[in-house]
């Protein structure tokens, strides 16, 4: 019998925005462990990430220039979107593309693109400024995981959605965000930590609050089922 499904391309099963977000991410990381292999750049290639680290991660001082200093510039400001497509090292980027796929396809596939990329953005640059308030340190920020952990708040508002839907305990749907918070502390124990875990839960707190306003139906959907409870 005939598959009408089959040869159909697996990317089609991927929302448009989450993946044009991975597949940039993975091409700047391709780029940075080519040149680190030596098969691209020469000698200078190797020192392509590490340059990138000092033009585009996010870092508390960025908030010290621009909110106290007055020294307002284009390099400072966009570092509050560019740390999101830097990454560490192969792993960090690796990690950070799987976690983007499958929130994005879960997400993606309730949220309109544009909300979705909202979401993402807004959940990055928030989560850097909160950081960049409270941390006690003036580590780099690097990575789409503030970004990710929006996406998990927003994972999470839908489930409580669901779980009321099906009359289940709607904490349930704290548990993936318990799960990775938890991780997030056994390893700092183990390995240390910087204090980046701030700009993660705060994405995570954005997502959450803005899931909400930015899911189909928005805000005048939202205040209906306040009103039906």
């Given amino acids: 019998m005939h598959n009408p499904n089959h040869g159909e391309n697996p990317f089609n099963a991927i929302p448009p925005v989450p993946l044009a977000l991975v597949l940039v991410i993975a091409g700047i990381e391709l780029v940075f462990s080519a040149a680190g292999a030596g098969f691209i750049g020469g000698a200078g290639g190797i020192g392509w990430r590490s340059a990138a680290f000092q033009d585009y991660a996010f870092a508390p001082a960025v908030m010290t220039e621009i909110f106290e200093r007055g020294r307002s510039s284009f390099d400072l400001w966009k570092r509050f979107v560019s740390y999101a497509f830097v990454h560490i090292n192969f792993t960090h980027t690796l990690w950070a ?26 959940s990055t640059i928030l989560g850097a400024a909160i950081y960049g308030l409270l941390s006690w340190q003036n580590a780099p920020l690097l990575g789409a995981y503030p970004g990710v952990y929006g996406l998990i708040g927003a994972y999470t508002y839908l489930m409580w959605l669901t779980l009321e839907r099906m009359g289940e305990n709607q904490l349930k749907a704290f548990q993936l965000i318990g799960i990775l918070l938890g991780l997030m502390l056994v390893y700092s124990m183990i390995f240390g930590s910087t204090p980046t875990w701030i700009a993660e839960v705060a994405g995570f707190v954005v997502g959450l609050f803005a899931a909400p306003l930015l899911a189909p139906g928005g805000w005048t959907a939202f205040v209906n089922r306040m009103r039906k409870r």
């Avoid at 796929?101 to 909202?118: D, N, T, Y």
């Fill in 97 to 122: 593309g799987v976690l983007l796929l499958a929130l994005g396809k879960f997400v993606g596939e309730i949220f309109r693109p544009v909300a979705f990329a909202l979401l993402f953005f807004l």
